[in-house]
């Protein structure tokens, strides 16, 4: 990601109402808010490290490390992959006193709930989107999980 796409998307970032946006590039990710009193937004990069922007330009932070990837990215998926929609926190079964919704071996239909993302005080059923068997269930619950992060791994009927 250049500097050019960084100033384009802080750009739409500005004019667009919300409040905090998250991109993941060539294993850069850079994270904008708005906040306080400020009108611009400010560019936070989740990176430690990174390269200093010549004197006279606008400084917009680059990362310069390799983006760290989580355990579940390691794994090698086999079967169908269900992942999140969304941004929240994951839980297996409708309440904390109720059984899970499926478990490692359980048959499921298309269109069964697997289980649930709570986003912004919102409960969001996650159905399966194939007949298949649950093989894996690669979050743990309660945790929180990202956009498009892998959830379940079906073997498919």
Same mark, same amino acid.
């Given at each position: 990601m250049? !500097?050019?796409?960084i100033k384009k998307l !802080?750009?739409?970032f500005e004019s667009s109402t919300l409040s905090e946006m998250e991109l993941e590039k060539e294993g850069q990710r850079v994270l904008l808010r708005k906040g306080g009193g400020h009108h611009a937004p400010a560019p936070v990069a989740r990176q430690d490290t990174f390269e200093e922007a010549p004197a006279g330009q606008d400084s917009v932070p680059e990362p310069a490390a390799e983006a760290?990837?989580?355990a579940v990215e390691d794994i090698t998926l086999t079967g169908h992959v269900i992942p999140?929609?969304?941004v929240g926190t994951f839980f297996r079964a409708p309440s904390p006193t109720s059984p899970p919704y499926v478990d490692v071996g359980d048959h499921v239909r298309k269109g069964q709930v697997l289980c649930l993302v709570e986003a912004m005080k919102l409960m969001n059923e996650i159905e399966s989107d194939i007949d298949g068997k649950i093989t894996r269930i690669l979050q743990e619950n309660g945790k929180p999980v990202e956009y498009g992060q892998p959830l379940f791994e !079906?073997?498919?009927a």
């Amino acid at each position: 990601m250049d !500097i050019a796409e960084i100033k384009k998307l !802080i750009k739409l970032f500005e004019s667009s109402t919300l409040s905090e946006m998250e991109l993941e590039k060539e294993g850069q990710r850079v994270l904008l808010r708005k906040g306080g009193g400020h009108h611009a937004p400010a560019p936070v990069a989740r990176q430690d490290t990174f390269e200093e922007a010549p004197a006279g330009q606008d400084s917009v932070p680059e990362p310069a490390a390799e983006a760290k990837h989580s355990a579940v990215e390691d794994i090698t998926l086999t079967g169908h992959v269900i992942p999140s929609p969304m941004v929240g926190t994951f839980f297996r079964a409708p309440s904390p006193t109720s059984p899970p919704y499926v478990d490692v071996g359980d048959h499921v239909r298309k269109g069964q709930v697997l289980c649930l993302v709570e986003a912004m005080k919102l409960m969001n059923e996650i159905e399966s989107d194939i007949d298949g068997k649950i093989t894996r269930i690669l979050q743990e619950n309660g945790k929180p999980v990202e956009y498009g992060q892998p959830l379940f791994e !079906i073997s498919p009927a």
